[in-house]
């Protein structure tokens, strides 16, 4: 079938075509011959079941995959009570939306707070995604996927081992492979194919052929400093990484069918474009 393309959220080219309703983007979207949409609830899982529902049959029609992005304040590592109850009540949330609308996943940050023993913190992560689990399938959202998402900043639970780590507890987590931040996380690693050929190597090694084959990606170029990631950044600016065209070349000579979504800094409509058309020329240069 071929890699899925689309963006994060609703850029202003959105809004600057008189659309008004994220209800509109999957018919923009298929206009555009892009096919995935990854809704934004990073400040609050604000949608009803309504919306939710109607949203799901409009991508159903339009061939665009769903996929949630759950709010930022979750902290998966933490060992306060409340920040607990908090983090699994948006995660549980995010997943309720997640199943009104049919979305393929829930992507989300694990946390900040890492601090010195990262080992310990990410214990207490397990251990409060296996209780986040357990509820789901009590409310019946056993089947709707969590996927942790690679941290931009060193200082924060997420590195490609700690994702896989969390994936490996439970089928229901998939990982959610930010190229960004891992670009970013390690000031600058990403920059020859070897080095794009690893994660993707790492991830079907420690789950198995089809969680690679199926992979959620993001890609962007980013802005980083020592501490890591310090903002989204723009094709159209041409000075940032990472390099698309050598990931590009992987899913092809691979044979994958990721879903790839783009968070460029309001264009990211503009941006998952260029990398479709990016991908595109390299497979039809290499079938041909």
């Given at each position: 079938?071929?890699?899925?393309?689309?963006?994060?959220?609703?850029?202003?080219?959105?809004y600057a075509r008189g659309f008004k309703s994220s209800l509109e983007m999957p018919g923009w979207l298929k206009e555009l011959g892009l096919t995935a949409y990854e809704y934004q609830c990073v400040r609050g899982v604000n949608i009803g079941e309504q919306?939710?529902?109607?949203?799901?049959?409009?991508?159903?029609?339009?061939?665009?995959?769903?996929?949630?992005?759950?709010?930022?304040?979750?902290?998966?590592?933490?060992?306060?009570?409340?920040?607990?109850?908090?983090?699994?009540?948006?995660?549980?949330?995010?997943?309720?939306?997640?199943?009104?609308?049919?979305?393929?996943?829930?992507?989300?940050?694990?946390?900040?707070?890492?601090?010195?023993?990262?080992?310990?913190?990410?214990?207490?992560?397990?251990?409060?995604?296996?209780?986040?689990?357990?509820?789901?399938?009590?409310?019946?959202?056993?089947?709707?996927?969590?996927?942790?998402?690679?941290?931009?900043?060193?200082?924060?639970?997420?590195?490609?081992?700690?994702?896989?780590?969390?994936?490996?507890?439970?089928?229901?987590?998939?990982?959610?492979?930010?190229?960004?931040?891992?670009?970013?996380?390690?000031?600058?690693?990403?920059?020859?194919?070897?080095?794009?050929?690893?994660?993707?190597?790492?991830?079907?090694?420690?789950?198995?052929?089809?969680?690679?084959?199926?992979?959620?990606?993001?890609?962007?170029?980013?802005?980083?400093?020592?501490?890591?990631?310090?903002?989204?950044?723009?094709?159209?600016?041409?000075?940032?990484?990472?390099?698309?065209?050598?990931?590009?070349?992987?899913?092809?000579?691979?044979?994958?069918?990721?879903?790839?979504?783009?968070?460029?800094?309001?264009?990211?409509?503009?941006d998952a474009l260029a990398y479709r058309d990016l991908y595109l020329k390299i497979k039809s240069s290499r079938e041909g």
């Amino acid at each position: 079938m071929g890699a899925r393309f689309g963006p994060a959220g609703n850029p202003p080219s959105f809004y600057a075509r008189g659309f008004k309703s994220s209800l509109e983007m999957p018919g923009w979207l298929k206009e555009l011959g892009l096919t995935a949409y990854e809704y934004q609830c990073v400040r609050g899982v604000n949608i009803g079941e309504q919306a939710a529902v109607r949203l799901g049959e409009v991508a159903r029609r339009y061939d665009i995959a769903l996929s949630i992005h759950a709010p930022y304040y979750i902290t998966l590592g933490t060992d306060d009570p409340a920040l607990k109850e908090k983090t699994k009540m948006h995660l549980l949330k995010s997943m309720q939306a997640a199943r009104w609308m049919g979305a393929r996943v829930v992507v989300f940050h694990p946390g900040t707070g890492v601090g010195r023993d990262r080992k310990e913190v990410l214990s207490r992560a397990k251990k409060l995604l296996k209780e986040v689990l357990a509820e789901a399938g009590e409310m019946g959202l056993g089947d709707v996927r969590l996927a942790p998402e690679t941290a931009g900043k060193p200082a924060q639970l997420g590195t490609l081992e700690e994702i896989l780590e969390l994936c490996a507890l439970d089928a229901q987590v998939v990982p959610a492979v930010d190229f960004a931040h891992l670009h970013a996380a390690g000031g600058g690693c990403l920059k020859e194919v070897d080095d794009f050929a690893r994660v993707l190597d790492r991830v079907e090694e420690c789950l198995g052929r089809r969680a690679v084959e199926e992979l959620h990606v993001h890609f962007s170029p980013i802005e980083y400093t020592a501490k890591g990631e310090k903002r989204h950044r723009t094709l159209e600016e041409g000075l940032y990484g990472p390099d698309f065209s050598l990931l590009a070349g992987l899913l092809v000579e691979r044979d994958l069918s990721p879903t790839v979504i783009c968070e460029s800094y309001d264009r990211q409509v503009e941006d998952a474009l260029a990398y479709r058309d990016l991908y595109l020329k390299i497979k039809s240069s290499r079938e041909g």
